[in-house]
């Protein structure tokens, strides 16, 4: 009789299970240089890119609604017409929005995170069979969460090694962060570095119709939902796009920046930007933490960037410039998804 009852309950979990939560991949199409929806080149380097914006299209790659849980997929083809070994690395790839901000990419972790539930059900399940059950459930969410993850990171563009003629394509997330306002362009930053010398080559490519909803802000929730606009940068918006020679010089004040294991602060900070080459280039000293950079000062169609490493992990970053006066402002995100603002004086 034990037994029976033992069987039948292990039945019941059985056939409940099977209706619970599970995870099913999906397969995307192996993108075509001349089916891609946008393409851009920098001499023998070439980057392409079809965003995955519509919810049919994301769960049937990824089985879920990545739009809904603020996730950006956009799927990159990387091309090498070169003679020279290059590198690609999604943490050296960004999305810079309207308005100047910029937006690292995020890892396959961090997207299949998204999608990580609470105890609820697990505790359910232990109220309705008891330690069995809740075991059961435990496992199940354990395997979907495994099965999530492992497709994830077999989609993901991570790091490529292009050899002459070569190829590779995968996806790159992006997860704006909280007060984000809605965007439908943007421009996807590309770093190619040459593995010989180092040296580093940008193709930035123009994209649209990639209908981001925007997200709130942790203090305007109630703004945000009326549907209002919330400015990622709001310390910007008095401030003008700077003319690039008018950066030229020293700068002093702060950076503020997230600190290990603790809430912004404060750094004092010096900013130089010089000429070199006939180039604009920026370097920027740091007091009381890893957050020293140096870059090439760029100019394109979104204003004035800071773009370069920051920090001694050499992290992609982009700082979008202001000017009001001899105050210049500049935000960046990074490629750990931090935020990091400068606020600084020219000196005389």
Known sequence: ??????????????????GCASYTAGAALVPKQEAMPAWASAGVLGVGADPYVTKERVKSVFDGDLVEE????????????????????????????????????????????????????????????????????????????????ADYRSKELAEAFLGPGESAHGFVFFIPPQGTPAFSEAVLTVHFVDVKDGSREVVRLPLRSLEFKGTKAKDEPVAAARGAQVSSTPELTTATRPDPAALVGTWTGTLRARAP?????????ALRV????????????????????????VRSEQGIALSGALGRRALSISYAVTMAESTLQATGIGADNERYSLTMQKQR
């Open 1 to 18: 009789m034990i037994a029976r009852r033992a069987l039948a309950l292990v039945l019941a979990m059985s056939l409940a299970l099977s």
């Open 70 to 149: 603020g996730v950006l997929a956009i799927q990159v083809l990387v091309r090498n017409n070169g003679e020279r070994r290059a590198l690609v690395r999604s943490s050296d790839i960004t999305l810079a929005l309207p308005g100047g901000s910029q937006i690292g990419s995020a890892g396959a972790t961090a997207v299949a995170a998204r999608f990580e539930q609470g105890v609820g059900d697990v505790v359910g399940w232990g109220i309705a069979f008891g330690v069995i059950g809740m075991l059961a459930a435990s496992a199940n969410k354990d395997s979907v969460r495994s099965a999530r993850l």
């Open 261 to 269: 294991l603790g809430s912004p602060a404060n750094y004092p900070a």
């Open 274 to 297: 010089y000429e070199e080459q006939g180039h604009l280039r920026w370097s920027l000293d740091v007091q009381g933490g890893d957050f020293d950079g140096k870059g090439e000062v």
